[in-house]
RNA sequence: GCGAAAUUGGUGAAGUGGUUAACACGGUGGAUUGUGGUUCCAUUAUGCAAGGGUUCGAUUCCCUUAUUUCGCCCCA
């Protein structure tokens, strides 16, 4: 038997409801904030998420879904939205005769060649959102704003919104030296990872888990301590919004994120929900004033964040939220012989024209069995054809919740199922 | 890239180195030939993830591979 490859997912059935119910809020949200949808290839030049994402990120290096084309050209599987977003920004050049700011929202599969495991696969969903030129923390904080809203809308209650920045670039280079300076005495304390990490990424150390408890990490220089005016400023105003929009929020100064290129503004959402597993940020973004530009555009800021449905859907499952999913049907079409068929076709589709959740039976069942198919349906209507009612074209119709049996004219049909169904 | 545990029918699962792989739900047919959801009867895996090995014999033991689940790293 061929089964799915690693880390994938089949969609049906309740999840699948419940998948398009979030979906459609998503799409009903960006329309209220004004968002224009993008859509970008799958599939882009190799180069892009190795410019775009950073070199040195364990995205790029050891997670990519990279392959040639027949053409000879390298291509990979998309891991992230932004650097598409950005590209797209720049390939359209939006930066001239579009409005600006251009606020952009995107849906769709990204692919990383990782481990599956509670939370994460190697194909999932992200749904994002990308503010291209505007340098104002009211773009910072409405972009916040977007997923605690989501997670508002649908009811989600345990959440928890940490922020932090990191301050432009030339702040953020001063503490990153800051780091490597003051952790240097102390490298043989740190466990293996940190040792790595101190090498890659020094940021990173702040928020291992193994070392969280030590000394030297409650005593390490932080991000605050290094900001130079213009982005201490530019994080209070951050704040004052996010007070303004009434956004719960705590500030985390060791909250750095993996992806080489956010200045300023970095926050992450997470499910603080009783035995989610260790995936529990459910999503993260930040501000990039410096990606457009490192991607061949003119120098414009963005501002951003990315959500994972699967771990969306999980923290929903979790808090057992409920949507209000149609389940049922309203009319099931029951033809007595395969004579009737023709004369139920016609009336099936009728019925789904006029706006009536329809089906009817394709298997040639016995009536005993139909009805049982109707009930397992949860149809609001059974429908009888015999060769009385093909004849005569009075069709007989059993409510199925009162049981009430009635024989009606086939163009009163409609009007009838109006009546009974439209309150 | 590293570590741990799993994989038996449509589903949930029990089980054992030896001849017919429990039980339940579901499906199908019938008792009831145009009205069901109750009850009763029958039927429903030449098969225990795939391939190889040990053995007189393996679904049960060993190896490899695949997938799943859960950690680490990293991320959504």
Known sequence: ???????????????????????????????KY????????????????????????DIVTKETYDFKDRGDRDLTLRPEGTASIVRSFIENKMYGNHTIPVKAWYYGPMFRYERPQSGRFREFYQFGVEVFGSEDPLADAEV???????????????????????????SREMYRNALIKYFEPYINDL????????????????????????????????????????????????????????????????????????????????????????????????????????LDGPKTSGVGFAMGIERLMTALDYENVSMPLINGIDCYIIPMSENEKEYCAHLCMELRLNGFITDIDYNNRNIKNNFKMADRLNSKFVIIIGEEEKNTNIITIKNNETKEEYK???????????ESIGE
């Not at 061929?2 to 998503?26: C, H, M, P, S």
């Not at 290839?41 to 180069?47: A, K, L, Q, T």
């Not at 009606?408 to 109006?418: K, M, Q, T, V």
């Open 1 to 31: 038997m061929i089964q799915k490859a690693k880390g994938t997912y089949d969609v049906f059935g309740e999840y699948g409801k419940r998948l398009l119910y979030v979906e459609e809020l998503i799409e009903g949200l960006m329309e």
């Open 34 to 57: 004004n968002y224009e949808y993008f859509r970008t290839p799958i599939f882009e030049s190799s180069n892009l998420f190795h410019r775009g994402v950073g070199e040195t990120t």
């Open 144 to 170: 916040i704003s977007i997923p605690v809203n989501l997670y508002k809308l649908l009811g989600l209650k345990g959440i928890k919104v940490n922020i932090n920045t990191l301050g432009d670039s030339e």
């Open 191 to 294: 466990c293996e990872d940190c040792k790595e990490r101190f090498n890659k990424n020094p940021l990173r150390i702040l928020d291992c888990k193994v070392d969280a408890n030590l000394d030297i990490m409650k005593n390490a220089p932080k991000t605050i301590d290094y900001l130079n005016e213009t982005s201490k400023k530019h994080f209070e105003m951050v704040k004052k919004y996010l007070d303004s929009m009434h956004i719960e929020y705590s500030v985390n100064t060791n909250l750095v994120r993996g992806l080489d290129y956010y200045t300023h503004t970095v926050f992450e959402v997470e499910a603080s929900v009783e035995g989610f597993g260790s995936q529990n940020v459910l999503c993260g973004g930040g501000r990039y004033d410096n990606l457009v530009e490192t």
């Open 408 to 418: 009606i004219n086939s163009e009163e049909l409609i009007n009838f199922l109006d």
